[in-house]
């Protein structure tokens, strides 16, 4: 895995709210803007804060839904999404899902042994 600072993702009902609350209340720094997208950075934590209908917010194979609160994650990035999945297998690691493609990069979520997610992402930092 290369080496690169961890990045929370939250799930967010409202972009523009949630870019107004980081930037005007905690003072983070708008790094994008994209459709129901953003990154923002306070320091060396970012935090994307992903909308209704990005690619890291759908809903799971089995049905359930992301929500604010119950799916916030570490976003890990990796240069070859496969081979890290390949080797994650062989450990016995649980996938939440299928790869998600989008317009910055490809994901999967994998489980931590109590079930925390992990979000490991091939693709530019905070693009998706």
């Known amino acids: 895995m290369k080496s690169s600072p961890a990045v929370v993702r939250y ?6 709210r949630s870019v107004e609350f980081y930037t005007q209340t905690l003072g983070f720094q708008l ?3 994209t459709g129901p997208f953003a990154a923002v950075s306070l320091g060396n934590l970012e935090l994307i804060l992903s909308g209704p209908g ?7 194979p089995d049905g359930r839904r992301q929500e604010p609160g119950g799916w916030n994650r570490v976003v890990l990035y990796v240069d070859d999404l496969a081979a890290r999945m390949e080797a ?3 450990a016995g690691a649980h996938f ?11 994901q ?5 042994p109590d079930g925390n997610p992990i979000e490991i992402h091939e693709g530019g930092r905070g693009r998706t």
Not at 54 to 59: C, I, K, M
Not at 96 to 106: A, D, M, S, Y
């Open 11 to 16: 799930i967010v009902t409202d972009v523009d």
């Open 31 to 33: 790094r994008q803007r």
């Open 54 to 60: 990005t690619s890291g917010a759908r809903p799971m």
């Open 88 to 90: 994650l297998g062989r």
């Open 96 to 106: 939440r899902n299928q790869i998600e493609t989008g317009p910055g990069g490809k």
């Open 108 to 112: 999967i979520q994998v489980e931590d």
